[in-house]
């Protein structure tokens, strides 16, 4: 599967999934500090060179397979290395801590309704637009 910082940043926006919805913890850390850097940037997102990321090796179907990818990155917390100031640090790691919304939400109303991440709201609404 190629990736680039718009799917990164899609995915790790997205209410459903969040950073547990990565194949790898390098990933989801990858698609962390990539967050980290456009909220702290405020600059359109650009996509950029893809990457390799190795799929999932079962899928009966895509929930299943993202479940199964939830359920294994739950159970490790990888170490985070993280820049950036600390206003925009703690933003995200409350959203982060929230729960993730059930398959059948719309993250677009999350984000919508939101006062809570502003920061992470207009990067969010500029990239589900």
């Given amino acids: 599967m190629v990736i680039d910082e718009t799917y990164l940043l899609a995915t790790i926006l997205d209410t459903r999934f969040k950073k547990r919805n990565f194949s790898t913890s390098v990933v989801a850390e990858t698609a962390r500090s990539v967050l980290n850097a456009a909220v702290d940037d405020r600059e359109a997102v650009r996509p950029t060179r893809p990457s390799e990321v190795p799929q999932p090796s079962t899928s009966t179907g895509i929930w299943l397979a993202c479940q ?11 170490i985070s290395i993280f820049s950036g100031d600390s206003q925009t640090k703690n933003e995200i790691d409350a959203y982060l801590k929230l729960p993730n919304l059930s398959p059948t939400a719309d993250p677009l109303v999350f984000w919508r309704e939101n006062v809570h991440f502003p920061r992470l709201k ?8």
Avoid at 122 to 129: P, S, V
């Fill in 68 to 78: 199964e990818i939830i359920e294994k990155a739950e159970m490790e917390e990888p």
């Fill in 122 to 129: 207009k990067l969010a609404q500029n990239i589900f637009h």
